[in-house]
């Protein structure tokens, strides 16, 4: 049965930076895409990172160039490198992994940016 396991959320000052993990089992990994979501308290979930088989990847418009997805196919784990993190960054983070019919997420990491 296919599973993704979040780690890495945490508190963090803003300007800090934090990596989350996503390790996933159950699957042929290297064929699908991959993706972190983000939802904060009373606003729909949103798609913050992607990345492709092919390791294409696009980001949302308020985190490029601060934020790098990445993927280990080997490992089996996708991770999401923030940096220059900022108080509307805070969320709970979802891992999402994606081929045809197949649609797989994790339980979550809460990210929390505060002074």
């Known amino acids: 049965q296919a599973q993704l396991v979040e780690s890495g959320g945490g508190l963090v000052q803003p300007g800090g930076s934090l990596r989350l993990s996503c390790a996933a089992s159950g699957m042929s990994f290297s064929f699908y895409r991959l993706g972190w979501y983000r939802q904060a308290p009373g606003k729909e979930r949103e798609l913050v990172a992607s990345?492709?088989?092919?390791?294409?990847?696009t980001y949302l418009d308020s985190v490029e160039g601060r934020f790098t997805i990445s993927r280990d196919n080997a490992r089996k784990t996708v991770y999401l490198q923030m940096g220059s993190l900022k108080p509307e960054d805070t969320a709970v983070y979802y891992c999402?992994?994606?081929?045809?019919?197949?649609?797989?997420w994790g339980q979550g990491t809460q990210v929390t940016v505060s002074s």
């Open positions: 990345i492709s088989a092919d390791r294409r990847s």
């Open positions: 999402n992994a994606r081929l045809e019919t197949n649609d797989y």
